[in-house]
Antibody, heavy 124, light 107 residues
Framework: EMQLVESGGGLVQPGGSLRLSCAAS????????MAWVRQPPGTGPEWVGR??????????DYAASVKGRFTISRDDSRNSLYLQMSSLKTEDTAVYYC???????????????WGQGTLVTVSS | DIQMTQSPSSLSASVGDSVTITCRAS??????LAWFQQKPGKAPKSLIY???SLQSGVPSRFSGSGSGTDFTLTISSLQPEDFATYYC?????????FGGGTKVELK
């Protein structure tokens, strides 16, 4: 059975850094685009960014709100996805989800399976 | 950015009712729209992609339709486990935005 398990969340001060991890199992991790999606308390989900598979050189794209502060990476040998967050702001407080993406018939990628999420709280 | 507007923001229904949720995009998506279900304290669950394609394991009482800018999610016979919040999301252009959500509550 496919599983995505996030870890690394916690309390961090504004301006600080944190690294989230997502351990994948039950899938051929290296074949897939992966994404991070976050959900601030009491609001809807917000896309953070995406990393493509190695056939696309593991290139990344980011939401404007995190570009230059967050970095998505992957280690296919460890079946793991990462989110390095720096210069954290109070508005980055959210549950962060690791998401597998699949390609539809038009060649665009949609969110398929979600992890259980890890809570990041940015507060002094 | 493409703005996604869901309506209603909440609705009350009874078990067995048919309910329809609408999602409108500020620009055309062709059919690149997905629907998700979320229960309190849980991760979103993928229901539908490409506007009308059901994810594996999702009951057939869920259906999606639409193209361009107007889409609907219909639950044909509401079951107790369907009371949740539903989100639409476009995946045709960055940023990959979600709608504001529709909370389906028990009447």
């Amino acid at each position: 059975e496919m599983q995505l398990v996030e870890s690394g969340g916690g309390l961090v001060q504004p301006g600080g850094s944190l690294r989230l991890s997502c351990a994948a199992s039950g899938l051929t991790f290296s074949d897939h685009y992966m994404a991070w999606v976050r959900q601030p308390p009491g609001t809807g989900p917000e896309w953070v960014g995406r990393i493509r598979d190695k056939t696309k050189s593991s290139t990344t794209d980011y939401a404007a709100s995190v570009k230059g502060r967050f970095t998505i990476s992957r280690d296919d040998s460890r079946n793991s996805l990462y989110l390095q967050m720096s210069s954290l702001k109070t508005e980055d407080t959210a549950v962060y989800y690791c998401v597998r993406e699949l390609r539809d018939n038009s060649g665009f990628y949609y969110f398929d399976r979600w992890g259980q999420g890890t809570l990041v709280t940015v507060s002094s | 950015d493409i703005q996604m507007t869901q309506s209603p923001s909440s609705l009350s229904a009874s078990v067995g009712d048919s309910v329809t949720i609408t999602c409108r995009a500020s620009q055309g998506l062709t059919n690149r729209l997905a629907w998700f279900q979320q229960k309190p304290g849980k991760a979103p669950k993928s229901l539908i992609y490409a506007a009308s394609s059901l994810q594996s394991g999702v009951p057939s009482r869920f259906s999606g339709s639409g193209s361009g800018t107007d889409f609907t999610l219909t639950i044909s016979s509401l079951q107790p486990e369907d009371f949740a919040t539903y989100y639409c999301q476009q995946y045709t252009a960055y940023p990959l935005n979600f709608g504001g959500g529709t909370k389906v509550e028990l009447k």
